[in-house]
């Protein structure tokens, strides 16, 4: 469970969320709004990349101003791009970077490394070089850095702006079968049309919060 707390967070000149107020508990949630309207800042909120100016971000056990480290673990976060998630040259080194702070066994970590890669149909680019996979295998790559950690939430901020049709299908199949809760920003709606809860940002404020049948349609003519 999720509860935001009067959260507001200020720029020097800019406040990007103002009161925000809410319990998310729902598998799958979706967020919707304009350029700057505050959804990035908003996800960040979730794994403590971004710290609130004012109210509480709880996350299950975890206060985002306390326990960050531990935050980070719980909440895996996928970006925009992949090239900013990808660190490593090797396909499996790269997965194992984020496994380094568990202290895994070798063992523990190559079952990991194959099951992650097996999931995504990735398994024989186990040693090739990252930067040569195509747009949508580094997706599911930066998808699967996170997976590996086993974190009981993903947060995926706009994960198909820069993908082709036939790569943004297999990255909302690997969205559907996660076991995880799911946090999804995308201007893409029909990537969350099927999602249990759209909200929808403005100005830094929830202005339409509901089911996607509720939310999208009203959300569309707001864009208009
Ligand atoms: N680190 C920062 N310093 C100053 N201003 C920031 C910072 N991060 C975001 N902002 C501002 O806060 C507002 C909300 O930004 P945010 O990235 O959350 O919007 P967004 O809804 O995710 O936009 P987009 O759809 O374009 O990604 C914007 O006006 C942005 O310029």
Known sequence: M?????????????RALSDI?????????????????????????????????????LVDDFDAAKDGRKLRRHVGFVFQ????????????????????????????????????????????FKTHPSHLLSGGQKQLLAISGVLVMEPRYIVLDEPTTLLDLRNRNRVQRAIAELDQTVITVSHDLDLIADYDRVLAFEDGRVVLDGTPADVLPKYREMMA
């Open 81 to 124: 791009n992949p090239d900013n998630q990808i660190v490593f040259p090797v396909v499996e080194e790269d997965i194992a970077f984020g496994l380094k702070p568990l202290k895994l066994s070798k063992e523990e970590v190559n079952r990991r490394i194959d099951d992650v890669l097996a999931r995504y149909d990735l398994q024989d």
């Open 2 to 14: 999720i509860r935001i707390e009067n959260v507001s967070v200020q720029f020097e000149q800019r």
């Open 21 to 57: 107020d809410l319990t998310l508990g729902e598998k799958r949630i979706g967020i919707v709004g304009a350029n700057g309207s505050g959804k990035s800042t908003f996800v960040r909120l979730l794994n403590g990349l971004q710290t609130a100016t004012s109210g509480r971000v």
